[in-house]
Structure formats: structure tokens, C-alpha cells
């Protein structure tokens, strides 16, 4: 307080001798502090080396002060006294530094966390469909890292992977997967990978349903899609007890100019009961029991044991007739130079009990297992080619389940005589040949003349007799099997029949009905389309 007396007594001597009041700055010079850089977020097993300097008020280092380092959790930190940090284990503790020489030099402290190698934050949203992109946000999603992601104990698809910092994808970052069928209405999220195992603590609500619901008696448009769209975790919905009519799931997209197409529809679980329709021009749901969709007088289909010409099924006498395949739980259709307009996707399904998952997949491109033959593109009756191209050639079913369409015309009675031979000894090629009827250029009916169902790798057609017109000769494999084939399609003169001749023989009919027990699916075409199905998805 004297010392304080006497400066003001001072001022007052100065004032009185005319020179001016002057307020002097208070003395700082002995104000001191610590100063530690930012300890960033750390993950376990990290280690970093901390500095620190003693600095004065106007920011001025001062030389050779020695600081100490600690923390205030050694389990979660360990810190030497020399400032060099590892992480031990998750949690958060506090790491201070003082200055050992200068008392008053004001210590700092930083709030430290350390992070686990697998770790979530949150799920965005909390509340999905199936097929729905779900986010999950946290450290160690990698999916170099990850065996992995469930949801209610069912597998779900990784969409992608987007780390926040590339140089470091183990640590913080994005994952987005599909949310899978059947995952139940409240389900968990589990990881398991390289770096351990975690159950996020919330519940993700599930909506029985998938993103593109409803979509049964009217299409889900996908508009135009000029590269690829897919989805590994569409659903079939549970169907109703009461329902009578033949549920399906149906899509429709654009082609806005020619272009290569491959679709592929899959499921695991469903079996022969899934299959996919393919129309050039139109469907219309028409809500008729065993029958509730129309197709237009100009439509084509392509799908398992599913053939329309102009709309017209392929018909014995009067009834409709079916060209067998075996049974399997995918359709894989790759078509040339598809034109431009829109096309319908129709996925009829018998599931009763949980949610059936399915994938599909719509590229702009022409997948194949095996390299096409100069015929393609003759999928449908559209672009049938002509029988003679296949004279002196290697044709080829160059995917699971392709069809070849071949057309030609006889002008006069004659016989024909149909030779197959496929390359591949797992392969069980048929033949049919039908009459194509039309008035005023529209064609007004398809009739099976006859057809060989012979298993083997060979089949012989011998027809008596054929009429004036115009007809097709379809070339397709039982089982599904890619391979190489030749055709040979001989004409000659008219044979008369055995008095009383069915229209083909009883052994044709007989071993198609064969083939129709056969439930069992061929392990090398499964092997194929997965190794396709990745393909695509890369």
C-alpha cells in the first residue's frame, strides 16, 4: 500500500509541474503459462508425442523450460513424463502439462477420448424398409475390416463405403447397406470383423415391406436407366391366406435409344416359383382369378415356362402349351440392341410365410457366360433369325437361360428332320417347332407341330409332314446350361404317318413329363451365375 501512496504522490509532482499525467502500463512481465498443442482423437493402439512450451503474456517462448506431462486416468492414456501419449483403452481422462521450473506458470489441460476400433454412432434412418439404403456412421466400418453387417440376425448388403479421411479408412467414416429381407419389425445392428464384435445399443423398426410397395397391381417405374440399377434386397411380400390370385411384383423402365440389356432376377429361397416376364409394349392388371394381367396384341415375353408371340401363347389344339425347363431360382435374360420405348418386369411369387428376398439387377450391357452366336439377338419371336444361318456353324446358349428362335417357310408339303447336338456334357438341349398362322400379316396362332425332349446331349426331330406356312424352330436347354451346339435342319419329301398317329409322339410327351420332376438344380450353372453376379455388382 505504501508503494501505491507514493507512485500517486509522484503524479501529483509531476502535474504540478506542468508536465503532463501519464498512466503507466501495469507490469506483466511475470505472467506465465503452458501452452500444449491439440490432442487429436485417438483410437486404440495410437500413440502420439505431445509438446508444450511455457510462454509470457506477449507470447514469447521461454528456452529450455522443461514441462511435465500426465494424465489423470492412466488406464485409458498412458502418458510419459516427457509428453509421448499411447492409448490404452476406450474411454476419456484429461492430460495436463506443467512447467517444473516456474511455479507460476499456469498448467493446461485437454480433455482427452479414445476411440475403439469398431464403433457406432448412429443409424440414419431409424425407421426402413426393405431395400432401403441405411446409413451407419462411426470408426472401423471398413469393409476391408468387416466379415459382417446383420441386421436382426439377417445379412445385409454393403452398398459402399466412404471413409472420412482416405489416407486413415480405419478410423471414422460412412457405411451404407440395404436393409435385407427378412430382417424382423425390430431389429438390432451387429458387425463382426477383424477388430472385434459390437450390438448397437438402439433398435432399427423394420416395415414388412420394400421400397417399391405397392407394386402388384400397378408398375413401380424406374424410369430410364443408362448404366446399371440394382437391388440385392427387394422383397416378396407375406402373401395373405385368403388370397386366390398369383401375386407378383412389377417393374417397369425406359430405353430411351437402342442398347444392349442384361436383367437378372434371383432368389435363393423361392425357387421355380420366381420368374420374370419381359414386354415390349404393354400389361394391364385386369384382377382375373388364375389370370390377372393382359398383355397387348404385339407383345413379346421372355421368362421360365412364360413364351407370348403377338401376345399369343403357344397352344395344342386349343390349350395353351408350356416349354419346360428345369426348375431354378433366377432368370438371367441378356438381349442385343434392345429398342428404344418401355419395358415391364413382372416377378410372380407363391411366398406364405416370412418376407422372400430377392435381387435384381438391370444393366446396360450384354452379359454373357459364353460369347453369342451370329444369331443374336433371336430371344423372342420378334427377332427370330433365319434357320439358314445356322448352316455349317457353331451356335451357342450363351447364358442360363437363353433361347434361340429360328424362323423359315415351306412353301410346298414337306418332311423335316431336326438334329442337336450340344457341346457341353451337362447340357439337355430340346426342340420345338411350331406353325405360325397369321390373316392380313397379323399372326393369329401358334401351334406346336412337334418337338424331341429326349434327355442327353443330342436330340433328333423327324416330322412326317409339314404344310405350306410359316413357322419357328425354338432351340433352348432344360437345365440351363451354357454351351455351344450345332443344328442341323434337313427338308425332304412328305412321309405318310402311322394310321392313327398323335400329333407328335407319346415318348416326346412322355419325357417332358419326365422332366418335369426333376426338382433338382444343376450345381455348375449355380456356380456361373454367381460368379456373373458379381460381376455385374463390380
Known amino acids: 500500500m505504501q508503494r501505491k501512496h507514493l507512485h500517486i504522490a509522484g503524479m501529483a509532482v509531476l502535474a504540478a509541474a506542468g508536465f503532463a499525467a501519464c498512466v503507466y502500463p501495469t507490469?506483466?512481465?511475470?505472467?506465465?503459462?503452458?501452452?500444449?498443442?491439440?490432442?487429436?482423437?485417438?483410437?486404440?493402439?495410437?500413440?502420439?508425442?505431445?509438446?508444450?512450451?511455457?510462454?509470457?503474456?506477449?507470447?514469447?517462448?521461454?528456452?529450455?523450460?522443461?514441462?511435465?506431462?500426465?494424465?489423470?486416468?492412466?488406464?485409458?492414456?498412458?502418458?510419459?513424463p516427457d509428453g509421448l501419449v499411447q492409448a490404452v483403452a476406450v474411454g476419456s481422462t484429461t492430460v495436463r502439462a506443467t512447467a517444473v521450473e516456474y511455479d507460476e506458470a499456469a498448467p493446461v489441460a485437454q480433455a482427452a477420448t479414445v476411440r475403439g476400433l469398431l464403433e457406432v454412432d448412429s443409424v440414419v434412418p431409424t425407421t426402413a424398409r426393405f431395400g432401403e439404403l441405411i446409413a451407419i456412421y462411426g470408426v472401423g466400418l471398413d469393409t476391408n475390416d468387416l466379415f459382417s453387417v446383420r441386421f436382426g440376425g439377417v445379412d445385409a448388403d454393403v452398398f459402399t463405403f466412404l471413409p472420412e479421411d482416405?489416407?486413415?479408412?480405419?478410423?471414422?467414416?460412412?457405411?451404407?447397406?440395404?436393409?435385407?429381407?427378412?430382417?424382423?419389425?425390430?431389429?438390432?445392428?451387429?458387425?463382426?470383423?477383424?477388430?472385434?464384435?459390437?450390438?448397437?445399443?438402439?433398435?432399427?423398426?423394420?416395415?414388412?415391406?420394400?421400397?417399391y410397395e405397392p407394386n402388384d397391381t400397378e408398375p413401380w417405374y424406374l424410369g430410364e436407366i443408362p448404366v446399371l440399377w440394382g437391388n440385392p434386397a427387394v422383397a416378396f411380400e407375406v402373401r395373405p391366406r385368403d388370397e386366390t390370385r398369383q401375386p407378383a411384383d412389377w417393374y417397369s423402365f425406359d430405353n430411351a435409344t437402342t442398347q444392349d440389356r442384361t436383367i437378372v432376377v434371383f432368389s435363393e429361397v423361392v425357387g421355380a416359383e420366381t420368374y420374370s416376364v419381359f414386354l415390349t409394349d404393354s400389361i394391364a392388371w385386369t384382377g382375373l382369378p388364375g389370370n390377372p394381367w393382359a398383355v397387348g396384341p404385339d407383345a413379346w415375353t421372355i421368362g421360365p415356362r412364360t413364351y407370348l408371340c403377338s401376345g399369343l401363347p403357344i397352344t395344342v389344339g386349343d390349350e395353351p402349351f408350356q416349354l419346360e425347363e428345369l426348375p431354378f431360382p433366377f432368370t438371367l435374360v441378356a438381349l442385343k440392341d434392345l429398342p428404344a420405348?418401355?419395358?415391364?418386369?413382372?416377378?410372380?411369387?407363391?411366398?406364405?410365410?416370412?418376407?422372400?428376398?430377392?435381387?435384381?439387377?438391370?444393366?446396360?450391357?450384354?452379359?454373357?457366360?459364353?460369347?453369342?452366336?451370329?444369331?443374336?439377338?433371336?430371344?423372342?419371336?420378334?427377332?427370330?433369325?433365319?434357320?439358314?444361318?445356322?448352316?455349317?456353324?457353331?451356335?451357342?446358349?450363351?447364358?442360363?437361360?437363353?433361347?434361340?428362335?429360328?424362323?423359315?417357310?415351306?412353301?410346298?408339303?414337306?418332311?423335316?428332320?431336326?438334329?442337336?447336338?450340344?457341346?457341353?456334357?451337362?447340357?439337355?438341349?430340346?426342340?420345338?417347332?411350331?406353325?405360325?398362322?397369321?390373316?392380313?400379316?397379323?399372326?393369329?396362332?401358334?401351334?406346336?407341330?412337334?418337338?424331341?425332349?429326349?434327355?442327353?446331349?443330342?436330340?433328333?426331330?423327324?416330322?412326317?409332314?409339314?404344310?405350306?406356312g410359316d413357322y419357328y424352330l425354338i432351340v433352348m436347354d432344360f437345365p440351363g446350361v451354357p454351351t455351344p451346339y450345332t443344328l442341323d435342319a434337313s427338308f425332304g419329301p412328305p412321309r405318310s404317318p402311322p394310321a392313327g398317329a398323335a400329333p407328335f409322339a407319346a415318348s416326346a410327351l412322355d419325357a417332358l413329363a419326365a422332366k418335369r420332376e426333376r426338382a433338382q438344380t444343376e450345381q455348375g450353372s449355380r456356380a456361373g451365375l454367381m460368379k456373373l453376379l458379381e460381376r455385374l455388382k463390380r
Not at 508425442?49 to 500426465?70: H, M, S, T
Not at 430382417?183 to 420394400?210: C, K, Y
Not at 411366398?351 to 452379359?367: A, F, K, T
Open 27 to 80: 507490469d506483466r512481465s511475470g505472467e506465465l503459462e503452458v501452452q500444449m498443442t491439440a490432442l487429436p482423437t485417438l483410437f486404440l493402439k495410437d500413440s502420439v508425442q505431445l509438446e508444450a512450451r511455457v510462454v509470457d503474456a506477449d507470447g514469447n517462448a521461454l528456452e529450455n523450460a522443461v514441462i511435465e506431462f500426465a494424465t489423470d486416468d492412466p488406464t485409458v492414456l498412458a502418458v510419459s
Open 166 to 211: 482416405p489416407a486413415n479408412p480405419q478410423e471414422f467414416g460412412t457405411l451404407w447397406v440395404w436393409m435385407p429381407p427378412p430382417a424382423p419389425r425390430e431389429s438390432d445392428l451387429t458387425l463382426l470383423g477383424f477388430n472385434g464384435g459390437l450390438v448397437f445399443p438402439d433398435t432399427i423398426t423394420v416395415e414388412q415391406r420394400d421400397i
Open 341 to 468: 420405348g418401355r419395358y415391364h418386369i413382372l416377378a410372380p411369387y407363391t411366398s406364405q410365410g416370412d418376407p422372400v428376398r430377392y435381387e435384381m439387377l438391370i444393366v446396360s450391357s450384354y452379359e454373357s457366360v459364353r460369347q453369342p452366336d451370329v444369331a443374336e439377338e433371336n430371344d423372342y419371336c420378334d427377332v427370330a433369325a433365319p434357320l439358314s444361318i445356322t448352316q455349317g456353324r457353331t451356335m451357342t446358349i450363351d447364358n442360363f437361360r437363353d433361347i434361340d428362335w429360328y424362323r423359315f417357310s415351306v412353301t410346298t408339303d414337306t418332311s423335316m428332320a431336326v438334329i442337336t447336338t450340344a457341346a457341353d456334357p451337362d447340357a439337355d438341349l430340346d426342340v420345338y417347332v411350331i406353325r405360325a398362322d397369321s390373316a392380313l400379316g397379323d399372326l393369329v396362332d401358334l401351334e406346336l407341330i412337334d418337338f424331341s425332349a429326349e434327355s442327353g446331349v443330342g436330340d433328333a426331330l423327324s416330322i412326317d409332314r409339314l404344310t405350306p
